[in-house]
């Protein structure tokens, strides 16, 4: 393994007040929360912490604040995408600079650049950085996909690049991964419901939004198909899926913070263009995440 970054990554909400200013206090809170239940790392400022309205002094205190946390006892990785490549440069330098313990970079999304205008992007950041790097493919964002060929020339020339987080529900593409890649270059499922199918081809774990709920099921999931109780993981993944794909009614992470202010760990608001769940809705979900509780 390159780098671990363990089985279980949260990707964090960014917590908002009522007025929807970054409440720091809450991200400390959260992070505490996540890392005593189940998380092994967590991933700030991505696309569930609703990076896209973020600023970058926002997006530092984040990652500050998620460090204080931790008091380096569980890794912070920092989302530092962009699609512009000097962005995504500098603020992976930031970054490191200021203490991330790695980063998780995306395909560059709106551009639709070639399979070589991504393998000029990821070579930049990866060459900028000694930081452990996630790169994340998601074409349902991005309109692009990363094909298992430009993931196999970067994650051979670039050791620094460690894992890849696969949004894609395409089980294939994780045996290419697995057949073609260095064997020591991690791969997460980036869809909670999609765990258990990729761990059975050689994934390693997920990076999750249900795990701000259910982290400890989930980490308990991956350890017993780990031990070869496959029955029991199944169990629990049938268990947990009810609520993996309700999580994903609205966007993410609309319904997820409606979950989390029903439990009392942040208040629900999201910043626009998205918009909180409405009456019905939560009714809905909660009925949901109910049934799930153990």
Known sequence: MRYDFGEVITAMVTPFDKNRKVDYSKVEELTSHLTQNGSDSVVVTGTTGESPTL????????????????????????????????????????????????????????????????????????????????????????????????????????????????????????????????????????????????????AKGVVSVASHIFGKELKSMIRNFKTGDITTAMNMHYHLFPIMKKLFMAPNPVPVKACLHKLGLIEEYVRRPLVELDEDEKKVLFEVLDNTKI
Do not use: C, W
């Open 55 to 202: 600023i970058p002094d926002e997006e530092f205190e984040i990652l500050s604040s998620a460090k204080r946390a931790t008091e380096n006892n569980h890794k912070v990785i920092m989302g530092t995408g962009s699609n512009s490549t000097e962005t995504a440069v500098m603020t992976a330098k930031r970054a490191e600079k200021e203490g991330a313990d790695g980063i998780l970079t995306v395909v560059p999304y709106y551009n639709k650049p070639s399979q070589k205008g991504i393998i000029a992007h990821f070579s930049a950041i990866a060459e900028a950085v000694k930081l452990p790097i996630i790169l994340y493919n998601i074409p349902s964002r991005t309109g692009i996909n990363m094909s298992v060929e430009t993931a196999k020339y970067l994650t051979e020339k670039y050791e620094n690049i460690a894992a890849i987080k696969q949004s894609f529900g395409d089980l294939d593409v994780i045996t290419e991964y697995k057949l073609n890649l260095p064997k020591d270059v991690a791969i997460y499922s980036g869809d909670d419901s999609l765990t258990l199918p990729m761990l059975s081809v050689g």
